[in-house]
């Protein structure tokens, strides 16, 4: 007798529990559809100003990046996105400075964290909105975006050049005659304590 109660009861709450899941499924069946009708309104379609789909590097009007080859992004990068290929160059002052020769960024293994953007000294990267970025090889999600030629700095000319060696030779002759100095200073300084400890 237990049995066949304890089978109507089961049989019981299956029956109320399959209507509650009807009554979720017919309030769903008669409520308005929301459609977006993507790709016919990618033209008009207003993306969030915080949505982020692809690393760029912006350049301006006269084909010019902001990147100064300090690889704050590579470091910071969690997932190894980015890599950055640099050289060294001489500057029309004489100086070394880095300059940037290739920057990848693989977007098949981007989390989107923006790490990359927020530490950058230049804001020479952002995000943009361009998500449509299908392809059937991984391989060509790796990205180079700097992708304009790099160009090249400036030669000196023969009067930078001469200014330059003026300029080093100047902090030279300055550095020599400090030194000459403080020499002097020391040896007048011991020569002074000499006569006290001959007493």
């Not at 008009?44 to 100003?49: A, I, K, T």
């Not at 990147?67 to 050289?87: D, L, Q, V």
Request: glycine letters at 6%; proline letters at 6%.
């Amino acid at each position: 007798m237990g049995s066949v109660s304890e089978y109507f009861s089961s049989l019981g709450s299956g029956v109320l529990s399959l209507l509650k899941g009807m009554k979720v499924t017919g309030k769903e069946f008669i409520t308005p559809k929301i459609t977006e009708c993507y790709p016919e309104n990618r033209k008009e379609h207003v993306w969030p100003e915080r949505f982020r789909a692809q690393l760029t590097m912006p350049y301006d009007a006269e084909g010019n990046h902001k990147c100064i080859a300090c690889g704050n992004c590579e470091r910071n990068c969690p997932n190894g996105t980015i890599t950055i290929e640099t050289k060294m160059v001489t500057t029309p002052q004489g100086t070394k400075k880095k300059k940037l020769v290739n920057y990848y960024y693989d977007l098949g293994s981007c989390t989107f964290c923006q790490l990359c953007v927020t530490n950058c000294p230049t804001a020479a990267i952002e995000f943009n909105n361009d998500f449509e970025q299908a392809v059937f090889t991984r391989s060509k999600l790796v990205k180079k975006l700097n992708y304009l030629p790099e160009k090249e700095e400036p030669e000196p000319t023969p009067e930078e050049l001469a200014k330059i060696e003026a300029e080093r030779q100047a902090k030279i002759a300055e550095a020599k005659a400090k030194a000459a100095a403080a020499k002097a200073a020391k040896e007048a300084a011991q020569n002074a304590s000499q006569p006290e400890e001959n007493k």
